[in-house]
């Protein structure tokens, strides 16, 4: 079998091409060096131009997308991975250059003009060769510029061209022009041409509002495409990576002339993909505008808080300009290339940045607020309309596309798993749950004989995610998984396949092998809620081996992550065990299956009991309380010395560890070989403890299981006096007479149900004690036929171990 390949560098046009400024009367001239090469490991690689040199490595060029990348958006050594959220120290840490990573400011106090130099500046020095033409500009006054003409505004450009550095006050001249400017050409027919051109002179300016000003000219023009849309694309990216200029943002119409010029891109296009590479970049800081920035930096200044609306939020305009809507159509045209074409270069770039922004996007809360609008009256449906549940069955497409590019197929998969988080999404991709389960494939297989498992860790987690949420609410998309033969021997098999590595393994992102196997055990646990699903794993090889190992291995590993892994077995396994009661299912052939393995872990399931802490213990009572319907069960726990084990459990303070251990216990008692043991245990007098404390907490379901083990425990006996004992049993009958008084309990109110159901079995014990006790008294011997004083032993169906089947959040 052959391993994933790594995804490809984006494939340029070689150094030195012609390129096109744009569409009027400039004439072709040499295309700078942007695009170099790195060797890593002998390996040569291709680079993409982008925004991160330094202004004095930017060479001469002829269009605004000629900025170049100190590196590649991706190579061999350089994983196609998201940028952390703000304050990833971690990540940052490790590769602190990354270009599509966001900048942040040392202090809420930085500001967003750069330190300048003094008076001695050459830039200004050559501005000042001119000072009565720029004396125009220099007047602080915007009237002189609306009455000049377009013309005149360019020439004051020019006089910048070349500009790095620049004082406050150059800032102020240059943006006032520039606003104008732009004022003119937004939504008019003028000449690109000769704008670009004066354009291009000042974006080596280090003023962010310079530069995203003369972003916000170029997306405004009409039909602006080509390289001077992925110009206009990365300087907005180079302004949004530093989240101190998000104020920029909020107060200009850029993030909405973003949105309309990708609209105009197609991301599979010979040229265009790069655009779209840095416009989805930009949207994705964009979205995660830290608003909290703002509000402490004006704290600071003024003393108060100011609290900015929802409609000033970045990702709020974004959604509501229709970004989602767009990326759909986009992911759309991609998956329709990708179904006939391998998916590769600038287009597998630009689907790995759209799904990120996407991921972004859906997990804002402000998003999160429109998506509940929509089921209010406050908000008109058709307005708050973002079509986001449609968007989960188009990325399920992409995640199968990239089936061979493991990192791009990673990011899909984790935009998925926030997805699955918003319940319209998740419900509409539960009809692709089994779809879902045949991405486990290549790791089922390719990886589980050629690979490591750090790299598949990512996905494998956040597919067990993405299947358990779905599983947790919808039970047709239970039934569907399980009758895909293909999905469920794709999860089993690589559910057995990290089950067998180190549980220490965890990859650079910090995924470990035991939070993958805690998301796919949490399958099989919400999946098994679904009756048939849950007989039918319950015989599946090689559930029960896999179940077991885990569970003898993490139960001796002391950390918080290991417990959660344990309770996450417990969980399943209860929910597993709840439909295997069935002595026949023993006889059957099912190698490696929970039925065929009970014996084992039932004695597992007693170490815990014994040794584990009190939240292990209480779920590993549940368990038991469903096996050990089975005599098979019962024996093994028996002679791993359980009944012991289980009569400390009851003398506990944890009131659920008595209530599991009680439902237990109802079973053990229905053999008769246990109750001897069990009164030597001082088992009695600690039963009837639980049951008056119980009662007197008004816990009607404990005192019921109380009263049920009496019954099975006096079930065989002709004299429940003598067996019980003579003082036992005028307590025990005592108490049951004052916990039946209905009148006195619930004071002439309709007594709940759960009391009703305890006042059944009570009676019957009550009466049985009472007619023994007449029987006893009486000089007259009767025998045991005059009455029936050999009932049936009570099952615990309804009260012991057979509690309401888990679903795993």
Request: hydrophobic share 35%; proline share 4%.
């Amino acid at each position: 079998m052959r391993a994933l390949p790594c995804l490809e560098p984006i494939n340029q046009s070689p150094t030195g091409s012609e390129v096109q400024l744009n569409t009027n009367n400039t004439t072709k001239v040499q295309r700078s060096s942007s695009i170099g090469t790195i060797h890593e490991s002998g390996l040569k690689t291709t680079k993409l131009p982008a925004l991160l040199e330094p202004p004095n490595a930017i060479s001469s060029a002829t269009s605004l997308d000629e900025l170049r990348d100190p590196m590649p958006l991706y190579n061999k050594a350089t994983s196609l991975s998201l940028p952390p959220s703000r304050g990833g120290d971690e990540q940052k840490q490790q590769n602190p250059q990354h270009p599509l990573k966001r900048k942040q400011p040392v202090s809420f106090d930085e500001t967003v003009t750069p330190n300048v130099s003094g008076s001695n500046n050459k830039n200004d020095g050559m501005l000042n060769k001119d000072l009565s033409k720029n004396r125009l500009i220099r007047s602080n006054d915007l009237n002189p510029l609306i009455q000049s003409s377009t013309d005149t505004l360019l020439d004051m450009l020019k006089a910048y061209a070349g500009i790095k550095e620049c004082s406050d006050e150059t800032q102020v001249h240059l943006n006032m022009i520039l606003l104008e400017l732009y004022s003119r050409v937004k939504g008019t027919q003028c000449n690109r041409g000769a704008i670009l051109g004066v354009l291009y002179g000042l974006v080596e300016c280090n003023s962010p509002k310079i530069l995203l000003a003369i972003a916000r000219i170029v997306l405004s023009m009409n039909n602006i495409s080509g390289s001077n849309l992925t110009g206009a694309c990365k300087l907005v990216f180079k302004v949004a990576r530093n989240e101190v200029n998000d104020s920029l943002f909020i107060d200009s119409d850029v993030p909405e002339l973003l949105v309309d010029a990708l609209g105009r891109v197609n991301p599979t296009a010979e040229g265009e993909p790069e655009a779209a590479i840095y416009g989805y970049g930009a949207i994705r800081f964009l979205a995660t505008a830290n608003l909290n920035t703002l509000s402490k930096k004006t704290e600071n200044v003024e003393g108060k808080t100011i609290k900015i609306s929802k409609q000033k939020s970045l990702a709020y305009r974004l959604v509501r300009h229709g970004i989602i809507q767009l990326m759909i159509v986009h992911l759309q045209i991609i998956n329709e290339h990708g179904s006939t074409n391998k998916l590769c270069g600038q287009p597998l770039h630009a689907l790995y940045q759209l799904s990120g922004a996407l991921r972004v996007l859906s997990g804002s809360p402000v998003f999160a607020q429109i998506i509940n609008m929509k089921h209010s009256r406050a908000s008109s449906i058709d307005e708050e309309d973002t079509h986001l549940e449609i968007a989960g069955k188009h990325l399920v497409r992409a995640a199968e596309i990239c089936m061979d590019e493991i990192e791009v197929q990673t990011n899909i998969i984790r935009t998925l798993s926030i997805l699955s988080e918003i319940e319209t999404c998740c419900e509409n991709m539960a009809v692709d749950a089994g779809r879902l389960g045949i991405l486990f494939g290549p790791i089922a297989y390719n990886y589980s004989s050629t690979c490591s498992p750090e790299k598949a860790l990512g996905v494998i987690s956040r597919l067990g995610y993405i299947l358990g949420n779905i599983h947790a609410k919808y039970d047709e998309a239970r039934l569907d998984f399980f009758n895909n033969d293909a999905a469920m021997e794709y999860l089993l098999n690589t559910l057995e396949f990290f089950s067998n590595q180190r549980f220490d393994i965890k990859n650079t992102n910090g995924d470990t092998v035991m939070d993958a196997l805690i998301k796919l055990i949490r399958v099989i646990a919400n999946m098994s809620v679904n009756a048939e699903v849950g007989y039918g794993l319950g015989l599946r090889h090689p559930l029960g081996v896999v179940l077991l190992n885990i569970l003898l291995e993490a139960k001796e590993i002391k950390t918080e992550e290991a417990l959660e892994l344990v309770l996450a077995t417990l969980a399943a396994l209860h929910n597993l065990s709840y439909y295997q009661y069935s002595t026949e299912d023993i006889n059957v052939n099912h190698p490696g299956s929970i039925i065929e393995r009970m014996r084992d872990i039932s004695a597992a399931l007693c170490q815990i009991l014994s040794t584990g802490p009190v939240t292990a213990k209480s779920e590993a009572a549940r368990v038991l309380g469903n096996l050990t319907r089975n005599s098979t069960a019962r024996q093994s726990f028996c002679t791993s010395n359980g009944l012991k084990i289980l009569v400390k459990c009851l003398q506990s303070d944890d009131t659920e560890l008595v209530t599991a251990s009680c439902g237990v216990l109802v079973n053990l008692l229905g053999d008769w070989e246990r109750r001897a043991s069990f009164k030597e245990l001082n088992g009695i007098k600690i039963l009837r403890e639980i049951l008056q404390s119980a009662a007197y907490n008004e816990d009607w379901l404990l005192s019921g299981m109380c009263c049920q083990a009496f019954w099975n425990f006096l079930i065989d006996s002709s004299n429940v006096v003598e067996t019980l004992g003579e003082s036992e049993s005028d307590l025990l009958g005592g108490e049951l007479a004052e916990y039946l008084d209905e009148e006195r309990i619930f004071q002439g109110n309709p007594p709940d149900q759960i009391w009703e159901q305890f006042a059944q079995v009570a009676t019957d014990l009550l009466e049985r004690l009472q007619s023994c006790m007449s029987i006893t008294n009486s000089p007259i011997n009767t025998s045991d036929d005059d009455e029936d004083l050999n009932p049936s032993p009570i099952k615990n169906d309804s009260w012991g171990g057979n509690y309401e089947k888990w679903v795993q959040d």
